[in-house]
């Protein structure tokens, strides 16, 4: 047939395998278009075939220097050296079985600390058999001057005999205590003997909430131990004592970490660690760091005279509550309450009197009690300072006055004396919860006010915080000596529409105002 091909002559043999070669030839051609495109679509086995272009390479470079991890080396390399491992003997002494000789404020978080490790810096110490014998213990500080000066821990040198630094090249130093100050937990030490110490400088800024921080100290007595975190809180009050504002810090912190320093990334010192907030003994990520700027100012006057000074008014204050505030009429519940001012002292001086609420300081809002403390604190005795006060809740006026020196610190006695007889039970305040007595019925209680003599279990005196034997010296403002001025003080409160009322009360030494609410009636 015309134009067909006998399939079985040896033409017809000669153009199959042609045919068959260029249908091959086009299907791998397919075949290696997609597993062109397949291979595009797959992770980069490799990177040289397929960033092939500029701006391919230059998307990779951008990648990888995002997911690099972030290093410390060469901070810690520099900064390092500067910090030392402090170990100190304190002299053999007798010790009670349940003696309370612990530097701290009782159940504050750093005495429940010290508690639970014994010893300074909470470091196990030794004791002998029956809670006799020398007491050793280790922590850590830093170099803040190449001459040998450094900074530590009050609470790691308290009562030591003798002091001993190690730095970080494995040599060991005495060293004397130049000066402490238990109400920071700071103190200056001084090495002898060399001027070329590697030494660290104190930052002049705030660290931020969320920076990273590098703690270097001397846990568990290892020494020369670097951990990483960050910033996690700042202005902390851990309940120490009045000039509280530590730093909070998630870099693990432990036993021996007292007195150490916390970096930044410019390798400077943001914080002195010196407590740890630990339920299980260990670190969990809540470590308590002293500001740089509380260091440098509390350091700069250990140096120039063994002793800090601080600026004194002569005032027991207290936080205005939401309640208290609501008793006084206020929008907010904000400056410090003035719940007693003492005798003779500069606040008496200027006309400052029980329930003036301080608002501002040379021009400077008040904030809270803590706030006025750390203020006031932070001036030097016989500064000139002005004064802005809310009197009876409303009246605003601005007093000047010089600053005292604040005195030793005193323990105040919080329990009611011992010498103070029962008084008979007293005349009943239903609403509140409690009976009272003329305070001059009472041995030991003074002439002025009332004294509870019964508080009823879930009454609002009692979840107020009023116990048996404190004082009742006013009520809404108006001083009481029987349980009809109290009952007329609260009639008068309500008859003001208040929801609660302000009855200051002294418990032992110290005096307090308390917001109690009305109720219905």
Same mark, same amino acid.
């Given at each position: 047939?015309?134009?067909?091909?006998?399939?079985?002559?040896?033409?017809?043999?000669?153009?199959?395998?042609?045919?068959?070669?260029?249908?091959?030839?086009?299907?791998?051609?397919?075949?290696?278009?997609?597993?062109?495109?397949?291979?595009?679509?797959?992770?980069?086995?490799?990177? =040289?075939?397929?960033?092939?272009? &500029?701006?391919?390479?230059?998307?990779?470079?951008?990648?990888?220097?995002?997911?690099? &991890?972030? /290093?410390?080396?060469?901070?810690?390399?520099?900064?390092?050296?500067?910090?030392?491992?402090?170990?100190?003997?304190?002299?053999?002494?007798?010790?009670?079985?349940?003696?309370?000789?612990?530097?701290?404020?009782?159940?504050?978080?750093?005495?429940?600390?010290?508690?639970?490790?014994?010893?300074?810096? /909470?470091?196990?110490?030794?004791?002998?058999?029956?809670?006799?014998?020398?007491?050793? /213990?280790?922590?850590?500080?830093?170099?803040?001057? *190449?001459?040998?000066?450094?900074?530590?821990?009050?609470?790691?040198?308290?009562?030591?005999?003798?002091?001993?630094?190690?730095?970080?090249?494995?040599?060991?130093?005495?060293?004397?205590?130049?000066?402490?100050?238990?109400?920071?937990?700071?103190? %200056?030490?001084?090495?002898?003997?060399?001027?070329?110490?590697?030494?660290?400088?104190?930052?002049?800024?705030? &660290?931020?909430?969320?920076?990273?921080?590098?703690?270097?100290?001397?846990?568990?007595? %290892?020494?020369?131990?670097?951990?990483?975190?960050?910033?996690?809180?700042?202005?902390?009050?851990?309940?120490?004592?009045?000039?509280? #504002?530590?730093?909070?810090?998630?870099?693990?912190?432990?036993?021996?970490?007292?007195?150490?320093?916390?970096?930044?990334?410019?390798?400077?010192?943001?914080?002195?660690?010196?407590?740890?907030?630990?339920?299980?003994?260990?670190?969990?990520?809540?470590?308590?760091?002293?500001?740089?700027?509380?260091?440098?100012?509390?350091?700069?006057?250990?140096?120039?005279? =063994? @002793?800090?000074?601080?600026?004194?008014?002569?005032?027991?204050?207290?936080?205005? @509550?939401? #309640?208290?505030?609501?008793?006084?009429?206020?929008?907010?519940?904000?400056?410090? %309450?003035?719940?007693?001012?003492?005798?003779?002292?500069?606040?008496?001086? *200027?006309?400052?009197?029980?329930?003036?609420?301080?608002?501002?300081?040379?021009?400077?809002?008040?904030?809270?009690?803590?706030?006025?403390?750390?203020?006031?604190?932070?001036?030097?005795?016989?500064?000139?300072?002005?004064?802005?006060?809310?009197?009876?809740?409303?009246?605003?006026?601005?007093?000047?006055?010089?600053?005292?020196?604040?005195?030793?610190?005193?323990?105040?006695?919080?329990?009611?004396?011992? #010498?103070?007889?029962?008084?008979?039970?007293?005349?009943?305040?239903?609403?509140?919860?409690?009976?009272?007595?003329?305070?001059?019925?009472?041995?030991?209680? =003074?002439?002025?006010?009332?004294?509870?003599?019964?508080?009823?279990?879930?009454?609002?005196?009692?979840?107020?915080?009023?116990?048996?034997?404190?004082?009742? %010296?006013?009520?809404?403002?108006?001083?009481?000596?029987?349980? /009809?001025?109290?009952?007329?003080?609260?009639?008068?409160?309500?008859?003001?529409?208040?929801?609660?009322?302000?009855?200051?009360?002294?418990?032992?030494?110290?005096?307090?105002?308390?917001?109690? &609410?009305?109720?219905?009636?």
């Amino acid at each position: 047939m015309t134009g067909e091909v006998d399939r079985s002559s040896p033409q017809a043999h000669k153009t199959r395998p042609l045919l068959a070669l260029r249908k091959f030839a086009l299907m791998a051609s397919v075949v290696g278009g997609l597993g062109a495109a397949t291979y595009g679509l797959m992770p980069a086995f490799q990177p =040289g075939d397929l960033f092939s272009t &500029p701006a391919q390479a230059q998307v990779d470079q951008a990648v990888r220097h995002v997911q690099q &991890p972030v /290093g410390f080396a060469d901070i810690v390399e520099r900064v390092k050296p500067s910090v030392i491992s402090v170990r100190v003997k304190a002299a053999e002494k007798p010790v009670a079985e349940n003696s309370d000789d612990s530097p701290f404020p009782p159940n504050s978080p750093m005495e429940r600390f010290f508690r639970r490790f014994g010893g300074p810096d /909470g470091f196990p110490g030794s004791r002998g058999p029956r809670g006799r014998g020398p007491i050793s /213990g280790q922590g850590s500080g830093f170099f803040i001057s *190449a001459d040998g000066y450094a900074v530590t821990n009050n609470h790691v040198v308290d009562g030591a005999e003798s002091v001993e630094v190690a730095t970080d090249d494995g040599k060991t130093y005495p060293a004397k205590v130049i000066g402490t100050d238990p109400r920071t937990d700071l103190a %200056l030490i001084k090495v002898e003997g060399r001027t070329d110490f590697p030494f660290a400088k104190l930052s002049e800024t705030q &660290p931020r909430i969320g920076d990273w921080v590098l703690a270097v100290g001397n846990p568990f007595g %290892l020494g020369g131990t670097v951990t990483a975190g960050i910033v996690s809180a700042r202005g902390r009050d851990i309940g120490n004592g009045p000039y509280d #504002d530590f730093i909070q810090i998630d870099a693990p912190v432990n036993k021996g970490n007292s007195g150490g320093p916390a970096f930044d990334t410019q390798g400077e010192v943001v914080g002195v660690n010196t407590a740890i907030f630990s339920p299980s003994g260990g670190s969990v990520g809540i470590a308590f760091s002293i500001p740089s700027s509380t260091v440098k100012s509390v350091v700069a006057q250990l140096k120039d005279k =063994g @002793t800090v000074s601080r600026g004194w008014i002569g005032i027991q204050i207290q936080p205005v @509550t939401a #309640d208290i505030a609501d008793s006084l009429g206020l929008k907010k519940a904000e400056g410090a %309450l003035v719940a007693e001012p003492q005798a003779n002292s500069p606040a008496t001086k *200027a006309g400052i009197v029980s329930g003036d609420i301080i608002t501002g300081v040379n021009g400077q809002p008040v904030h809270d009690a803590r706030e006025l403390s750390r203020t006031i604190g932070g001036m030097a005795p016989g500064t000139n300072v002005k004064l802005d006060l809310l009197q009876k809740g409303q009246e605003k006026k601005t007093v000047e006055l010089t600053l005292g020196e604040l005195p030793n610190q005193r323990e105040a006695r919080a329990a009611v004396e011992s #010498d103070r007889g029962r008084p008979q039970r007293g005349a009943e305040l239903g609403r509140l919860g409690m009976t009272v007595a003329p305070a001059n019925s009472v041995a030991g209680a =003074g002439k002025e006010g009332v004294v509870v003599t019964e508080v009823e279990r879930g009454s609002p005196a009692a979840e107020r915080g009023f116990k048996e034997g404190d004082v009742i %010296l006013e009520v809404g403002g108006k001083s009481v000596s029987s349980a /009809g001025d109290v009952r007329e003080a609260i009639v008068a409160a309500r008859g003001d529409k208040k929801n609660t009322v302000l009855i200051r009360i002294r418990s032992g030494e110290q005096s307090r105002f308390v917001a109690v &609410p009305l109720g219905r009636g």
